[in-house]
């Protein structure tokens, strides 16, 4: 729970200048402990994330269109991290309440458009998978590095005019009464929903956020392993079913780590009442477990990129061999 308070009032003729935070974590016991847990979970979202986009980086047996789509997926979840947690934790571990209008704006902008970038990763992933099974002769054709980096491209510019149209539409609104913002960061439903003016537009626009993040991307999804599913029952060989299976169970675990605990929270909050702040935590968890769990997904899941970090790890060592070897010799001459 934001809670906006003794601030600068943005009306007709004035203009909000700071907003206080104050998250309805209340009555908690230790939970200084969750802020903690928080840390840990952004520091290890950075060294996996970081270390997965410098294996596939430098190992250039991943240089493939595939491999963009997951470097892009693990530069949005390091990105995404990024734009929340070090805010929280400034604003729960340091009682900073106060965040300057702008502030709160370019926060919402930046959390909400890294996981609608996730989001579309995700479908564009789907999108490979299904080339790959339902026309293997053709995939090499289709799923180039110019078309992959073609879609990522569009996905980025458009995510950027949407969630920038619908943040730059808080401004016409008029805030005249204390601005409590119920939410773990500056999120748009709980913002503009304080507005003492018409919020119809707004309301529009969060609708076509949702269906955006969470509900078109879904249909192609489905749509896609329905068609995967279709292509390998014409499949004769179980031990080709079983395979092209096998290269769709990182993707489908990422699915269901993202979109699952979003769709259990809004259905939950929608169908009863929740605790103020079991829904925040829930939320905050949401945006900030997946981002933690895909690089350790792909690691542990995928045979090509397991084999690139051997291949890795044996070149560095040879390189130490060969750095001690040298500098040996120089000692002895």
Known sequence: MTTVSNAAVKSESTRITRIQNHFGFSNIPHIRYYYAFLCFVYIMTVLGNGFLLSVIWLVKTLHTPKYMIVFN??????????????KLLDTFLFDRRYIIYEACLSYMFFVIFF?????????????????????????????????????????????VSVIATMVGLINRLSFCRSLVVKG??????????????????????????????????????????????????????????????????????LVVMFFLPIGITNIAARASYIDPNARMINSALTHTIPALLDPIVYALKTEEVMNAVKKLCKRTYLNLVLCFLKASKCLRN
Not at 122 to 135: G, N, P, Q, S
Not at 194 to 223: E, K, R, W
């Open 115 to 159: 996981a609608s970038v996730q989001s579309w990763t995700l479908v564009t992933m789907a999108y490979d998978r299904l080339i790959a099974i339902c026309f293997p002769l053709r995939y090499h054709s289709i799923v180039t590095e110019q078309s992959i980096t073609t879609i990522l491209l569009f996905l980025w510019i458009f995510l």
């Open 184 to 253: 773990f960061f500056c999120d748009h439903g709980p913002v503009y929903r304080l507005a003492c003016n018409d919020t119809t537009l707004n309301y529009n626009m969060a609708s076509a956020l949702v269906a955006i993040l969470i509900i078109i991307p879904l249909i192609f999804i489905i749509a896609t392993y329905v068609c995967i599913f279709i292509a390998l029952s014409r499949t004769t060989s179980r031990e080709e079913r079983l395979r092209a299976l096998k290269t769709c169970t990182s993707h489908l675990i």
């Open 73 to 86: 997926m693990a530069l949005t979840d390091l990105c995404g991290s990024t734009a929340l947690i070090p």
